[in-house]
């Protein structure tokens, strides 16, 4: 298994992949409890985003572990990952009469886990980028998107 610290040991690693993914994922899942006020929050995204870490971690650590003994690919286990993750997301996507809810929420659980194979590989800085550019999405383009149909139904009110 490589590692990005040398200084750290095995376990103390992965302690600390858990721990990352787990934040990074927690914070998404805030600004969807507090701002968007969905139910998938802070601990669902947070859950995902470990929970997605530490399956590439065992990976890696089973890859390294039984090498020779066994034909263990650990993408594979990745692949199944985004499979579980498009299961839980499709059960928070509700049809209400015209209108379809928690789709945004679905994708940022699916960016969640996302992160936390990152973190499991060892990709920090790409994980902590994607955290902040998922933040900017859901926070920034939400209020672009305000924004916006207050304009349109201003025209629209208007008769423009």
Known sequence: MHSAAPFLDTTTLMFAK????????????????ILARQNAGTRTFGLVA?????FVIISNYV???????????PMHLMIGIVSGIG????????VRGDGV???TTAAGLWVAA?????????LYAMSIFATILALIMFTGMWYVEQRFKHWFEEKVDSGH
């Open 18 to 33: 858990m721990a990352l993914a787990m934040i990074l994922g927690g914070i998404l899942g805030t600004e969807r409890a």
């Open 50 to 54: 470990m929970g997605a870490a530490m």
């Open 63 to 73: 890859d390294s572990s039984y090498l020779g003994l066994v034909d263990f690919d």
């Open 87 to 94: 299961f839980i997301g499709g059960g928070l996507i509700i």
């Open 101 to 103: 809810h928690g789709v």
């Open 114 to 122: 996302a992160i936390g194979i990152a973190v499991g590989f060892g």
